[in-house]
């Protein structure tokens, strides 16, 4: 019988890598509440007309990517490709936003997109997000912007580019459309198939298209700043002011439209120049039409994700510490089976004062226990005189040194040996 691997796309996160993800996610929760955003779980899967009405019939995710089935009441459902529209479905739908009220929420998780693999992206991927709701300032969008670039900052990156660009709204981005669309035209014999095919439906997404001569005919595309009107530019303006007097350098990309329907007015996104043609850490921008678009009022949102695989790819590349890696302290030992009770008791007392501990449970010799404690830092070993006394030898695996304590005071004993050796 074959081994059964885990499916093409995915891998599994081991302990020799989980811990660094815990660490990011912890800067990364840390950052979140420090600029007041509260964390929000979301269902895996969604109806899949959130996504196909949300995220854009047009888009690569809806007509290629997503994992949709029909469940047993026949009801079509989507594994999550991303998570800004389950958010603005869930602050719909609990009344987050009613009466003009505001909402700053971030998650985390997995989403789902059937695409090629390839060097820091997944067909089960995780994604840091964080949307901020009912807010139609752009001091809102700085202050999202500035909150992926702080938990970066925080995780030690370097080399990181912020790019920004306006995408307009649905009052110039028609005219934007039509100035695009004569431009293109002019050019579609050298398009590929795909934006062959986005050039009547959705002509921004050539824009997006990585393609290298489909990339060099957009270069040459008018750009939307002379298209935006009065509302769109002012905004930009207000977004590059805000950026500018928080010390944020930034790039102009007129090509950049971050590939997703519901974005309007701001577009962003923050480059590594580690990770190669996939060099995007971060992205999100404004969204103020996504509310109506699945069915709720007009709430307009900002907001941006992060790719977990790709900044860990980047943190390893630069060198950037992971904080500590966790480690058992202690490993309690027997000398011979009328000492294992104790043994078991004193590793359960070491646990509960929060201390790290390990004890053999499976009736191993003390060699092989005392190979186990060699990647400790202290073995506190009972025999029968220990046993007698009521107390344990503890050995400090690092120097060698044991002294006999009193089972009772060997709690503090460690806290206190554990602080000297860390000082």
Same mark, same amino acid.
């Given at each position: 019988? @074959?081994?059964?691997?885990?499916?093409?796309?995915?891998?599994?996160?081991?302990?020799?890598?989980?811990?660094?993800?815990?660490?990011?996610?912890?800067?990364?929760?840390?950052?979140?509440?420090?600029?007041?955003?509260?964390?929000?779980?979301?269902?895996?899967?969604?109806?899949?007309?959130?996504?196909?009405?949300?995220?854009? #019939?047009?888009?690569?995710?809806?007509?290629?990517?997503?994992?949709?089935?029909?469940?047993?009441?026949?009801?079509?459902?989507?594994?999550?490709?991303?998570?800004?529209? *389950?958010?603005?479905?869930?602050?719909?739908?609990?009344?987050?936003?009613?009466?003009?009220?505001?909402?700053?929420?971030?998650?985390?998780?997995?989403?789902?997109?059937?695409?090629?693999?390839?060097? *820091?992206?997944?067909?089960?991927?995780?994604?840091?997000?964080?949307?901020?709701?009912?807010?139609?300032?752009?001091?809102?969008?700085?202050?999202?912007?500035?909150?992926?670039?702080?938990?970066?900052?925080?995780?030690?990156?370097?080399?990181?580019?912020?790019?920004?660009?306006?995408?307009?709204?649905?009052?110039?981005?028609?005219?934007?459309?039509?100035?695009?669309?004569?431009?293109?035209?002019?050019?579609?014999?050298?398009?590929?198939?795909?934006?062959?095919?986005?050039?009547?439906?959705?002509?921004?997404?050539?824009?997006?298209?990585?393609?290298?001569?489909?990339?060099?005919?957009? #270069?040459?595309?008018?750009?939307?700043?002379? @298209?935006?009107?009065?509302?769109?530019?002012?905004?930009?303006?207000?977004?590059?002011?805000?950026?500018?007097?928080? *010390?944020?350098?930034?790039?102009?990309?007129?090509?950049?439209?971050?590939?997703?329907?519901?974005?309007?007015?701001?577009?962003?996104?923050?480059?590594?120049?580690?990770? *190669?043609?996939?060099?995007?850490?971060?992205?999100?921008?404004?969204?103020?039409?996504?509310?109506?678009?699945?069915?709720?009022?007009?709430?307009?949102?900002?907001?941006?994700?992060?790719?977990?695989?790709?900044?860990?790819?980047?943190?390893?590349?630069?060198?950037?510490?992971?904080?500590?890696?966790?480690?058992?302290?202690?490993?309690?030992?027997?000398?011979?089976? @009328?000492?294992?009770?104790?043994?078991?008791?004193?590793?359960?007392?070491?646990?509960?004062?929060?201390?790290?501990?390990?004890?053999?449970?499976?009736?191993?010799?003390?060699?092989?226990?005392?190979?186990?404690?060699?990647?400790?830092?202290?073995?506190?070993?009972?025999?029968?005189?220990?046993?007698?006394?009521?107390?344990?030898?503890?050995?400090?695996?690092?120097?060698?040194?044991?002294?006999?304590?009193?089972?009772?005071?060997?709690?503090?004993?460690?806290?206190?040996?554990?602080?000297?050796?860390?000082?």
């Amino acid at each position: 019988m @074959s081994i059964i691997n885990a499916p093409r796309g995915t891998r599994d996160i081991l302990p020799g890598e989980s811990w660094k993800w815990s660490y990011i996610i912890r800067t990364a929760s840390e950052a979140m509440n420090d600029f007041g955003f509260s964390e929000i779980h979301l269902p895996i899967f969604e109806h899949t007309e959130l996504f196909s009405r949300g995220v854009g #019939e047009t888009t690569d995710i809806v007509e290629k990517e997503m994992y949709t089935f029909n469940d047993q009441g026949g009801r079509s459902i989507t594994l999550r490709p991303e998570a800004t529209a *389950g958010v603005m479905r869930a602050a719909i739908e609990n009344n987050l936003c009613v009466q003009g009220a505001s909402a700053k929420l971030w998650n985390w998780g997995p989403m789902f997109r059937h695409e090629r693999p390839q060097k *820091g992206r997944y067909r089960q991927f995780y994604q840091i997000d964080a949307e901020c709701l009912g807010i139609p300032n752009a001091a809102a969008d700085v202050e999202v912007i500035a909150l992926s670039i702080e938990i970066f900052r925080r995780l030690g990156l370097k080399n990181l580019e912020v790019v920004i660009n306006s995408v307009g709204c649905e009052k110039c981005r028609p005219i934007y459309r039509e100035k695009l669309l004569k431009y293109f035209e002019a050019h579609k014999n050298n398009l590929c198939e795909t934006c062959l095919n986005r050039l009547e439906r959705n002509p921004l997404r050539i824009l997006d298209c990585k393609k290298e001569a489909c990339g060099l005919i957009a #270069e040459g595309a008018p750009d939307i700043y002379d @298209s935006l009107c009065d509302e769109c530019r002012e905004h930009f303006a207000e977004v590059r002011a805000g950026l500018e007097r928080l *010390g944020f350098a930034y790039k102009l990309n007129k090509r950049l439209v971050r590939g997703l329907d519901y974005y309007t007015k701001t577009a962003y996104e923050i480059l590594s120049g580690d990770l *190669g043609a996939q060099n995007a850490v971060a992205g999100g921008g404004r969204y103020d039409n996504l509310s109506s678009a699945i069915g709720g009022g007009k709430i307009p949102g900002v907001g941006f994700a992060c790719g977990l695989d790709r900044i860990m790819l980047v943190m390893e590349e630069q060198g950037c510490s992971f904080g500590k890696a966790p480690e058992v302290l202690v490993y309690s030992v027997t000398l011979d089976d @009328s000492s294992r009770p104790a043994v078991q008791i004193l590793t359960h007392e070491l646990r509960k004062n929060n201390i790290a501990a390990a004890c053999d449970t499976s009736g191993r010799s003390f060699k092989a226990q005392m190979k186990s404690a060699s990647a400790c830092k202290f073995a506190c070993i009972i025999g029968p005189d220990e046993l007698a006394g009521n107390s344990a030898s503890i050995k400090n695996l690092q120097d060698g040194s044991q002294v006999l304590v009193a089972l009772k005071d060997i709690p503090d004993y460690i806290k206190n040996l554990s602080r000297i050796c860390h000082a």
